[in-house]
């Protein structure tokens, strides 16, 4: 017979408190609070595999078998009613809240949750957990679910086939399959981060550590409590969530801290000891009894109290947590337990079939109709969004048919790169030069024996990392190199893709003497909130966007910078300067009904024309000093240009670097 443990459930209030307080992110003196509360899930993680695994192993111990109807109806008890409730909730805040792409999002990632696979949907969508712009998917934290459902269908497998075919050799299975996982996620850490925080292959032997104890205590019953292990177990625990950071390799050798710590609790922890008890108090208890609904309606909470609020600070995070509990509290009473324990179970596949049927009728409309785009109409008409698609589409073509023996300008950057390379050609004389344009957004960029090294961190990133390599080490490119612009976010700040100066010496001594231009960022929002989400959930303009925009700072001096290349000689395009010297009434917000961004801060495509064209016609004097107008030419020059080039026996027009 099966005996409560109430110090376990005192384990999951410490696991899941550890998690909300991770996602609500609240600063004290602006240091964030528990960055180390990710360390939860894992914790769960090995509570999940100690529970399962101990049900599995007495029952097969007892009977000789599994018997699957009832194994996978009390995880459909136990999981699904909650997490629908979650879903059916939360569609009308998204349909309301959400941007087409963000609907889009959300369906696609309540779909894979229902396919107990959102932590691979996740993975493919290149959703960094952790980073600011993830607190907004409501769904993001069902990638655990999905990892502990793999492991529901796994492990049973698993079991019956070592008893079936191997016998005796259940033990020796667990500990190399575990072996394998752990040497796994410790080499893959070192190459796709994301893959290994995703994937049930790199988790797997978090999940085993608890079944290698739960083995233990099937085979020879409980340890004998002991203080000291359990004290030092939670002391682990605790530790990891104190000292753990964001930048912490997670998961990876550190991670056996808390694994080894819950395992400690688990197996040394009981009412005769002051972990035990303390685990077991009723506040701690009734928390963990509860935590599955606390952790299914926290992550939603959040994310809509964010989409919500223009300033989520300590008093709105507060709010979102006390929501959270109460809802999470109602949800326990009047769903969870109720359907958990009730013995009507054809009542409950018919609700259960007709609620899947209901989702999954939502998601599919969601998704063919790719989000409702017509809900943007009245902030962003959609003539101007597709006529901005079909210039962002462009970037990838840039490069297709290279002529050899003309001059080259290299546009190189990150994200910003794709377009403001489609903005530049646009006022490049391409009669004269040949633009490569190139990203190299998620590449792991190394110069090494006078070449460039750029793989990317996942496959999706090939079609940006692989014209990269290539070009970037064409010396035949490089070698007729008359200018390089530099189009990164936040060029002397920003601490991803350090190598960015590098690479550009790298390049101008392999080129002819070519002169370096160094863009400016245009105003941005802080990464909690999308220029466009604003928009769309105030029925505003994009004044709102340049009104809350807290970067960058009037006239800083780049020199002061923390990546300011001093050794470098390069000229810096301040465009904000240049257009409207840092006053935002005077500086444009939209062009042609596209706003300037749609994010936080890559411009459009569109706006980037129009306010390049705005500068080089009015601030010529300004940059024909620092030889920019050797390679860009005026809106006026291009038309007259283009008029004299369709009248061959019209007067010669004036040069580039002579336009008014």
Known sequence: MKVYRPEIDGLRAISVIAVILYHAEFTVAGHT????????????????????????????????????????????????????????????????????SELLDYANSIGSSLLFGSNIYFYFTAAQYGEPHTLLKPFLHTWSLSVEEQFYIGFPLLLLITRRYLKSRFLPCVLLMAALSFVFCLLMVRYDQQQTFY?????????????????????????RPRPLLAAAGLALV???????RKDTIHPGLF??????????????????????????????????????????WHYPVFAFARLTSLDFDNG???LAVVATALVAVVSFVVIEKPIRYTGRNRAF??????????????????????????????VYPSIARTNEDRLESTFLGLNNNIQAGKPVIFIIGDSYARNWSVALKNYIDTDRYEVVALSYLNCIVEIENDSVKAPSRASIYDKYCTPFEKYINDKSLLSRT????????????????????????????????????????????????????????????????????????????VEQLPFFP?????????????????????CLTSSGGVPFMTDWGHLTAEFLMTLLGDILERRADDLRGSGLLDFLVSPQAMQAGRTASSHPNAAPTSSASSSP
């Open 482 to 557: 008359k200018a390089i612009f530099l189009t990164s976010h936040r060029p002397f700040e920003y601490t991803v893709n350090p190598f960015r100066f590098e690479l550009l010496s790298w390049m101008k001594s392999h080129s002819d003497d070519a002169k370096i231009f160094v863009f400016g960022n245009y105003f941005q929002l802080d990464r909690s909130h999308t220029c466009l989400g604003l928009m769309f959930r105030t029925k505003s303009d994009a004044s709102t966007c340049m009104r809350l925009a807290s970067y960058p700072a009037a006239n800083q001096p």
């Open 255 to 296: 991670t056996v801290i808390p694994v080894i710590g819950a395992c400690l609790v688990l197996a040394f922890a009981s009412h005769k000891n002051a972990v035990g008890r303390l685990l077991a108090s009723r506040p701690a208890a009734l928390t963990g009894i509860v935590s599955y609904s606390l952790y299914l």
């Open 349 to 378: 596949w018919i609700s259960l079939g007709t609620s899947v049927a209901t989702i999954m009728a939502a998601v599919v409309s969601a998704i063919t109709m790719a989000g409702f785009p017509h809900r943007l109409d009245q």
């Open 566 to 586: 001093s050794g470098l000689e390069f000229n810096y395009i301040d465009i904000i300067k240049l257009h409207c010297g840092y006053d935002k009434r005077g």
């Open 33 to 100: 609070l528990l960055q180390g509360g990710y360390i939860g899930v894992d914790v769960f993680f090995v509570i999940s595999g100690f529970l399962i695994s101990q049900i599995l192993l007495s029952e097969i111990q007892a009977t000789g078998r599994i018997d699957f109807h009832k194994f996978y109806t009390r995880r459909a008890r136990r999981i699904l009613p909650a997490l629908f409730a979650v879903i059916f909730a939360t569609i009308p805040f998204a349909y309301y809240l959400l941007l087409p």
């Open 238 to 244: 605790l530790g990891s969530l104190i000292l753990f």
């Open 316 to 318: 709105d995070k507060f």
């Open 199 to 223: 994937s049930p292959l790199t988790r797997a032997w978090e999940l085993l550590a608890g079944t290698l104890l739960a083995y233990y205590e099937v085979r020879r019953g409980r340890a």
